[in-house]
């Protein structure tokens, strides 16, 4: 018999897709004949039913293992289904397109509809990239940021890019809001 793990609204980390949400609901699945439910699966409002192996809970000061999940960002390429390769040579990889998978099991992540990739190639072909060279990058930032702190002289223009780089990373890990995005005129 199954027992209900987690609760409505309780915030959790889903390790599958390396990411924070609340629990928006809790499905038991009934069995006639049995006093309570076989299994219970957990909606997280990330398209599919986590079962409770999958999920951590909060804890305070507890951050999940972010290098970790980040570890398996990947640029993959795929089939072009609306051109063919001599239909796309313009484009940089003809005959294909971008895809950042966050998932060991090659599925998550980041993909481009055809039409926005058909209008720019070479902007997405950057943008893809940067998205799955984003996890070294932000490494990279954590790093400088507690190469400075630990430092006992530092260059003041290193002090300030490594105070920029805790920004991104405090926007990142969720400790301060994102900046709101600059309005442009008209």
């Keep these: 018999m199954a027992k209900a793990v987690f609760h409505r609204h309780q915030r959790v980390y889903v390790e ?46 507890a951050q999940p293992d972010r290098e970790n999940a980040m570890s398996h960002w990947r640029l ?12 796309s040579r313009h484009h940089p990889f003809p005959g294909t397109y971008p895809v950042v998978v966050t998932d060991v099991n090659d599925w998550g992540g980041w993909r481009v509809p055809g039409a926005e ?8 072909e950057m943008q893809a990239r940067l998205i799955a060279s984003a996890p070294a990058l932000l490494k990279l930032a954590r790093d400088l940021h507690s190469h400075v702190r630990h430092a006992t002289e ?28 600059k309005m442009q005129a008209l």
């Excluded at 993959?76 to 239909?87: D, G, L, P, Y």
Aim: a negative charge; proline letters at 7%.
């Design 16 to 61: 599958p897709v390396g990411t924070w949400a609340s629990i928006e609901k809790v499905n038991p699945v009934w069995v006639k004949g049995f006093d309570e439910p076989v299994r219970v699966t957990y909606d997280c409002g990330l398209g599919r039913d986590f079962a409770a192996e999958e999920l951590r809970p909060e804890t305070e000061g």
């Design 154 to 181: 530092a260059d003041d223009d290193l002090v300030v890019l490594a105070r920029r780089a805790d920004q991104i990373r405090q926007i990142v890990d969720g400790d301060t809001a994102a900046p709101a995005p």
């Design 117 to 124: 990739y058909e209008r720019d190639p070479n902007l997405i």
């Design 76 to 87: 993959m390429r795929a089939r072009n289904k609306w051109q063919t390769a001599e239909e």
